[in-house]
């Protein structure tokens, strides 16, 4: 009688545990990620590191500072100017603990000359880190600087990474390529490293697809004005970043967050359409991946669901 409610309990205590054990061992694994931005050209960048930081899907491991160069409001020193607003995002999000790297001040100047700076060399460092099998996803919002660099000082990384950037126009029913963009004019030759290299893991976020991605200013202001902290830092941030302001629109009403479609895109890649395509004609002929719709509707109401769980 004893044996049999000993079998019973073990029976009733397997059958409690199992789903608990179940759940642990289906639950995702978080992507070991690393953000580089321009942080200081526009307003969006903000928000995709927001929407990154604590986020479930990723294990941020480090955030890294890319310059601008070409902006017409560019100082001597972009990459200090993007720094500096990592370092105020973290600070007010009680992240501390996220390293910030500080990148390259200046674009490449050859093919085969990388910058190196702090940036590259935590890249390498974090690559070589990565289990067997795992890869490392690096997300560039800016230029691409830092991480052609890092591919330059050290091409062993490339097995172990995979490159998601956002940058160039690209019509996908011709297949034709314009980097006429911000992001991309700001290191062309970067640009063109990552795309000639054979074997690099690349998508592309272009600004074809990321433009449909927009907020307005009526949604902010109801969701993040007046309460303090990082909420109204970015509207602040929305409020006085003049780049694109014009007599017609002071406040600017609307705002595209290509940056934050490109979070999106990894977080959730149920919500992305996803091809590969040829390379431009100009550079080495490979297949990458372009991101060519995204559900703009879904990717808005999951950004402000995380939000939420920042500011409560």
Not at 29 to 57: C, S, W, Y
Not at 77 to 86: F, G, L
Not at 92 to 109: A, E, V, Y
Request: charged residues 20%; negative net charge; proline residues 5%.
């Amino acid at each position: 009688m004893i044996l049999k409610k000993s079998k019973r309990a073990i029976l009733l205590l397997t059958l409690v545990l199992t789903p608990i054990e179940f759940v642990a061992q289906n639950a995702p694994a978080k992507q070991a990620l690393i953000i580089d931005a321009d942080t200081a050209n526009e307003v969006d960048d903000l928000f995709a590191l927001v929407r990154a930081i604590g986020a479930p899907e990723f294990d941020l491991l480090g955030i890294t500072s890319a310059q601008f160069h070409t902006s017409p409001l560019a100082s001597d020193s972009t990459v200090a100017e993007s720094q500096h607003i990592n370092e105020e995002i973290v600070r007010l999000l009680g992240r501390k603990d996220i390293p910030l790297p500080l990148g390259s001040n200046g674009p490449l100047t050859k093919t085969d000359q990388p910058e190196p700076s702090e940036a590259a060399s935590f890249i390498i460092e974090k690559a070589h880190q990565m289990q067997e099998g795992k890869k490392l996803q690096l997300v560039i919002l800016g230029s691409c600087t830092n991480v052609a660099s890092a591919i330059l000082l050290d091409p062993t990384i490339v097995p172990k990474i995979q490159v998601h950037y956002l940058g160039f126009w690209h019509d996908p029913d011709t297949n034709t390529y314009n980097k006429e963009e911000f992001n991309s004019g700001n290191d062309v030759i970067a640009v063109n490293v990552l795309l000639d290299y054979p074997t690099l893991d690349l998508s592309v976020m272009t600004a074809t697809t990321s433009q449909h991605l927009v907020f307005t200013k009526q949604t902010v202001d109801q969701r993040l004005k007046g309460k303090g902290g990082i909420a109204d830092y970015l509207v602040n941030r929305w409020e006085t970043y003049q780049r694109w302001w014009t007599k017609e629109d002071p406040l600017k009403k609307k705002w595209v967050m290509w940056d934050v479609a490109i979070i999106q895109a990894l977080a959730h890649p149920e919500w992305t359409t996803t091809k590969e395509f040829l390379t431009p004609s100009e550079n080495t002929q490979r297949h990458i991946k372009i991101h060519t719709a995204i559900a703009v509707e879904k990717m808005e109401a999951d950004f402000w669901r995380h939000l939420d769980t920042l500011l409560n």
